[in-house]
Nanobody, 120 residues
């Protein structure tokens, strides 16, 4: 069993910054890809950013240049630094991790979600 604990969401003014964290714990061999998704009211969940175990990153066009994804493999934690936030960034943000079990199968796990709200 794998647990993901997210933190860092909140209410922020446009132009502000937030840093999200997602820590994985439990029984597994390693973690491959880690990522952040978001879902705004009335919209489908979308990929925001992803990072491989080796550090290669991928971003949605809407956040390029403003958001930075990083990870600490020693802490099994993924981060999302969000700068220059815009009202359209308002959403529930979910972390996703691809875990390699001790029997070498891959499983996807989702965090509980953290709300990010932009309001002036």
């Amino acid at each position: 069993q794998v647990q993901l604990v997210e933190s860092g969401g909140g209410l922020v003014q446009p132009g502000g910054s937030l840093r999200l964290s997602c820590a994985a714990s439990g029984s597994f061999s390693s973690i491959n890809d880690m990522g952040w998704y978001r879902q705004a009211p009335g919209k489908e969940r979308e990929l925001v950013a992803a990072i491989t175990r080796g550090g290669n990153t991928n971003y949605a066009d809407s956040v390029k240049g403003r958001f930075t994804i990083s990870r600490d493999n020693t802490k099994n934690t993924v981060y999302l630094q969000m700068n220059s936030l815009k009202p359209e960034d308002t959403a529930v943000y979910y972390c996703n991790v691809r875990v390699v079990s001790r029997t070498y199968y891959e499983y996807d796990y989702w965090g509980q979600g953290t709300q990010v709200t932009l309001s002036s």
